[in-house]
């Protein structure tokens, strides 16, 4: 679905409701404010998907899957001068209804060798978890992640291997030659 598909349909789910808040009883109200709070998230999302086009960062990229605007596909490509170099990681991206007062749910589908990534694409970030702020959005998450390659936690490593390879480079960089699989 296209952005503009997107806000056409958001815009038309909008003049469907028609029950007055004054007179709804306590379950219309709350279905309604439920409603208004997915709209906010569907426009920040609308919002931020739009500005990441715009802004034109190296080696970042997000859009909606389909037509589902909480559930995105993304890619990074590894920077210059790291082992990861040239190499391009599909993630998944699914934001929460609480978004984006809660971060979203981030994953990578390229398998990726790394000390914060685990076996199945679980990612060991502070900022998508307890230090997570609504200031964030998914640039700053596809930056932040892009900078976690070349800049690895090891004190709180998903991958213990990685972890202890991590101070020999040559034999690193092997590891992720032999693991990497381009989408």
């Not at 219309?28 to 990441?52: H, I, N, T, Y």
């Amino acid at each position: 679905m296209t952005v503009s598909g997107a806000i056409s349909e958001a815009q038309g789910n909008s003049s469907q409701r028609t029950t007055n808040p004054a007179t709804a009883s306590p379950k219309q109200r709350l279905s309604m404010a439920k409603s208004v709070d997915s709209q906010s998230v569907l426009k920040r999302l609308q919002s931020e998907l739009m500005a990441l086009m715009m802004s034109g960062d190296p080696g970042i990229s997000a859009f909606p899957d389909g037509d589902n605007i909480f559930n995105w596909v993304g890619t990074i490509t590894g920077s210059k001068e790291t082992v990861y170099e040239g190499k391009v990681y599909k993630l998944h991206l699914s934001f929460p209804a609480e978004y984006p007062f809660k971060p979203p749910k981030v994953q990578f589908d390229t398998l990726c060798f790394h000390p914060n990534v685990d076996v199945c694409g679980n990612i060991c970030l502070d900022i998508l978890q307890d230090k997570w702020s609504s200031a964030y959005d998914v640039r700053t998450v596809l930056l932040s992640i892009q900078s976690l390659l070349g800049e690895p936690n090891n004190d709180s490593p998903l991958n213990n291997q990685a972890a202890a390879l991590w101070s020999n480079q040559e034999e690193f960089r092997k590891m992720v030659e032999k693991v990497y699989k381009p989408a």
